[in-house]
């Protein structure tokens, strides 16, 4: 049996992908309190629950785990517990510092090596690379969310409390596990072209992988994804998926992001499955 891929649903992969490559995809938890939600990480235990399960369905080769940055949930720590619950290294962490498709085209990646009968340390090699070679940008309608929500750097919680004027709609960019914000733009149109001239900055002729997400953004996503395929070299491959809802209440509505793998065979990455809006 192959090795077994554990991801959360913060990684945005669509059922279809999930349900073709044989990813586990653990929902993260949401709190509905009135108006008002809140989100909350995965726990050590629900966690070793889970591995024991997967490490049974394998015949113990091993449990791949890709989780939300740990600088954003508190399931990476929480996965690192229950990882150590079982002997001889067979479940492997991955510290991802990524969100979003950032984190889904790793887990694509490993899913398509265990399915060809990978060992686990090969499959955990491949997702470190494909995140070696990620980057992410988001366009926010407005900041209130994220401020509150305590996912935002130190420097941009305080830059995002100064009065802008206008350019109110900043687009932010993950770095290290964290959001910081990169640019501020005075519309959604300027917003888009702001995110594909970072996005494709530097691409050159090389294939990438591209995954547009989106949040009561159908639109913008649409528009974007268009963009994007003007600009993207021949042969790369672009997926528009949907926001996973606990990214979503720290994005708050009319978000739209990109996640960017450099220098990827996009089949390689996707197994061939051709996805979109």
């Known amino acids: 049996m192959p090795v077994r891929v554990v991801t959360d649903s913060a990684a945005c992969l669509p059922d279809a992908v999930a349900d073709d490559l044989d990813i586990t995809v653990i929902d993260l938890h949401m709190m509905r ?7 909350s ?3 050590a235990l629900e966690l070793v629950a889970i591995y024991a399960r997967q490490l049974e369905r394998g015949g113990d080769e091993g449990v791949l785990a ?15 517990t229950a990882a150590a619950v079982f002997d001889d290294d067979v479940v492997r962490v991955v510290d991802s510092s990524s969100m979003g498709m ?11 090596l265990a399915q060809e009968g990978a060992d686990l340390e090969t499959c955990y090699d491949a997702a470190v690379d494909v995140l070696d070679r990620g980057d992410m940008w988001l366009y926010v309608h407005r900041m209130d969310e994220l401020r509150r929500s305590g996912r935002l750097s130190t420097t941009t919680q305080l830059i995002s409390t100064v009065p802008t004027g206008l350019a109110n709609r900043p687009i932010l960019h993950l770095k290290d596990g964290r959001l910081e914000i990169l640019a501020k733009t005075r519309t959604q149109s300027k917003g888009l072209t702001k995110l594909v001239e970072l996005a494709c900055h530097g691409v050159g002729d090389t294939p990438v992988f591209a995954a547009v997400q989106q949040h009561e953004a159908r639109e913008a996503a649409r528009t974007l994804s268009q963009m ?29 992001a990109v996640s960017m793998v450099y220098s990827a065979d996009a089949a390689e990455l996707t197994g061939g499955i051709s996805t979109g809006d």
């Open 41 to 43: 990480g995965l726990s």
């Open 33 to 39: 309190n009135g108006k008002d939600s809140s989100t």
């Open 66 to 80: 890709l989780h939300l940055s740990k600088e954003l949930s508190s399931t990476w720590s929480n996965a690192v």
């Open 102 to 112: 950032g984190v889904g085209a790793a887990v694509m990646a490993a899913a398509k």
């Open 228 to 256: 994007l395929t003007e600009r993207l070299p021949e042969g790369s491959t672009l997926m528009i998926v949907d926001m996973d809802p606990v990214l979503a209440v720290h994005s708050g509505p009319g978000a739209v």
